[in-house]
Nanobody
Framework: VQLQASGGGLVRTGDSLRLSCAAS????????MGWFRQAPGKEREFVAV????????WYSDSAKGRFTVSRDNAKNTIYLQMTNLRPEDTAVYYC???????????????WGQGTLVTVSS
């Protein structure tokens, strides 16, 4: 499977943004899909993950209540709806695919190219 993330941009504190991750290749609904982010000078960290069917979702503490991960398997696309954005959300956001639910980015084999989200104060 190949992944292409998009939707990043420059927003202000409190704004919302929706990221998309278009997948192609193998049957997408077989894969757990995750969102991760990497801020400047920091390690890549888990944000959210959804099961293959989309019925189960997990979030980092910082994402809970503000971010929503979803997927439309008919469109081979995964989304990350982000609300009430904060300057500390500034990072490059990546989507990734895996065979099983994992929260450690090092355990994901397939990655999109990343999309930059910048939140100004």
């Amino acid at each position: 499977v190949q992944l292409q993330a998009s939707g990043g941009g420059l927003v202000r504190t409190g704004d919302s943004l929706r990221l998309s991750c278009a997948a192609s290749g193998r049957i997408v609904n077989r894969y757990v899909m995750g969102w991760f982010r990497q801020a400047p000078g920091k390690e890549r960290e888990f944000v959210a993950v959804t099961s293959g069917s989309g019925g189960n979702k997990w979030y980092s503490d910082s994402a809970k209540g503000r971010f929503t991960v979803s997927r439309d398997n008919a469109k081979n696309t995964i989304y990350l709806q982000m609300t009430n954005l904060r300057p500390e959300d500034t990072a490059v956001y990546y989507c990734a695919a895996n065979a099983a639910v994992r929260f450690d980015p090092s355990q994901y084999d397939v990655w999109g190219q990343g999309t930059l989200v910048t939140v100004s104060s």
